[in-house]
């Protein structure tokens, strides 16, 4: 099926974070954390835990740049630390650092901030790996350069030039939604950078993906579409505890914002990801070990694009979640980062 006749991609895949804030408003407002504006420019989320070891590895890179002030969280996210931000080709980017272990770099997806990974999911990796989370350009804290489009293959640059920029040697990579597209478009076009990769919610681009459909993707792009109802794309209806305990952690991390201009540019990156066949083309030479995730219900991404991605990289296992949907690695955090362990450890991960 040509990319020209399949459902466009949707506008925002994590601006779903917007609306479970909204849902969590009376929530948010008794967490610890500072003020929570939520809006059609501003995103927010939350997390859980204890660590702070660097590695020597990105000691030196990491105390290169000062705390940005006010950035740090307090109570069961303190264990974050500030967000820090390292020059990489032509922009700012910022991100934290935090546990101990082999590192490990996490990649957002749609219009997501770093606040939209939940503690509860940052608290379990960070027991075993030294983590690297941030924003990709024009959001939150990573400034953006708009005289030149916004694409995924950029922004897998930018995933790069932060490893290189940090001094990160060959950190496994974990990419959700857009992330994972990313992730995949690091391992197809710069499998050099990469130990191994999980990625989770995304799909190949060009002509085979397999797009959000129809009904979802007007639902998720409607401003009439409530909270609850953006919710629902996230989780099943059986769900309801992990919705709770999803809604329970927003604001534990303080809020970041993502304005008009970086919600369009990211739409249009989306979009030209469906023309853009690079990933396709390039990920079968891809030697990096790769775990591809999907919920088995998932209605933004759908979960066929995990089988086309395993049939067309060489080094894929495929592992599907049957009762969860998009948000299947915070649906069922423990089985998540226990599969992802293993895997790490079984690709040579150090």
């Known amino acids: 099926m040509s990319a020209s006749h399949r459902t466009p991609r949707a506008l925002t895949r994590p601006r779903l974070a917007v609306a479970a804030a909204t849902v969590a408003l009376a929530a948010v407002a008794c967490s610890s954390g500072g003020g929570h504006s939520t809006g059609a420019s501003s995103t927010s989320s939350g ?9 020597a590895t990105t000691a030196t890179a990491t105390t290169a740049s000062a705390p940005v002030p006010n950035s740090a969280p307090t109570g069961k996210a303190a264990f974050l630390g500030p967000v820090r931000q390292v020059p990489v080709d032509g922009i700012r ?43 990709n350009r024009g959001v939150g804290y990573t400034t953006d350069d708009t005289s030149v489009p916004d694409t995924i293959p950029l922004m897998a640059d930018d995933t790069v030039g932060l490893i290189k920029a940090l001094g990160l040697r060959h950190p496994a990579l ?9 992730g995949l478009t690091v391992a197809a076009l710069h499998p050099g950078a990469i130990s191994a990769l999980v990625s989770s919610g995304g799909d190949l ?8 459909p129809a009904a979802v993707a007007k639902e998720l792009n409607s401003p ?39 919600l369009l540019r990211q739409y249009q990156a989306g979009q030209a990801y469906e023309s853009f066949e690079g990933t396709w083309d390039k990920l079968p030479d891809s030697t990096i070990p790769m775990l591809i995730t999907n919920g088995s219900l998932d209605r933004i991404t ?30 069922d955090a423990g089985r998540f980062v226990s599969l992802v362990t293993r895997f790490t450890k079984a690709s040579g991960v150090e």
């Open 174 to 182: 974990l990419g959700w939604s857009m992330g994972g597209e990313i």
């Open 47 to 55: 997390k859980p835990s204890t660590h702070a070891t660097v590695t």
């Open 224 to 262: 009439k579409t409530t909270g609850p109802q953006l919710m629902d794309l996230l989780f099943p209806a059986d769900a309801t505890a992990a919705r709770a305990a999803y809604i329970e952690q927003l604001g534990l991390i303080p809020p970041e914002k993502v304005g008009d201009e970086t």
């Open 302 to 331: 759908p979960p066929g694009n995990a089988s086309i991605i395993t049939h067309r990289a060489k080094h894929a296992t495929r592992v599907m979640f049957p009762d969860a949907g998009h948000a299947m690695l915070v649906q």
């Open 93 to 135: 980017i910022g991100y934290r650092q935090f546990g101990s272990g082999p590192d490990l770099v996490m990649v957002m997806g749609d219009t997501g901030t770093m606040s939209d990974w939940t503690v509860d999911l940052l608290s379990r990796l960070g027991r075993h790996y030294h983590v690297t989370i941030f924003d």
């Open 205 to 212: 681009g060009g002509s085979e993906a397999i797009n959000t």
